[in-house]
């Protein structure tokens, strides 16, 4: 099992930056992939951005060039760093971690940009 905790949403307006955390704890050994999904009001849960256990990072079209993923491995925390925000990145952000064979979730955190 592995658990799932992340922190540092909130309410900024545009154009502000804000920074995720999202820390693993359990079996973290098994992990492949960490990533960030948001999901907004009304919409489907969306990947943002992944990291692989290798360093290999993704980032969705809309984030690219505002958004960057990052690990740090001797906290087990994966960051997601988020600039120049826009009203339509608000949602809820959900840390995701993913083995061969299970995928885990944490809790959410809401992220509200105002314009």
């Known amino acids: 099992q592995v658990q799932l905790v992340e922190s540092g949403g909130g309410l900024v307006q545009a154009g502000e930056s804000l920074r995720l955390s999202c820390s693993a704890s359990g079996s973290i050994f098994s992990i492949n992939v960490m990533g960030w999904y948001r999901q907004a009001p009304g919409k489907e849960r969306e990947l943002v951005a992944s990291?692989?256990?290798?360093?290999?990072?993704y980032l969705a079209g809309s984030v690219k060039g505002r958004f960057a993923i990052s690990n740090e491995n001797a906290k087990n925390t994966v960051y997601l760093q988020m600039s120049t925000l826009k009203p339509e990145d608000t949602a809820v952000y959900y840390c995701n971690a993913q083995s061969r064979t299970m995928a885990y979730w944490g809790q959410g955190t809401q992220v509200t940009v105002s314009s």
């Open positions: 990291i692989t256990s290798r360093g290999f990072t």
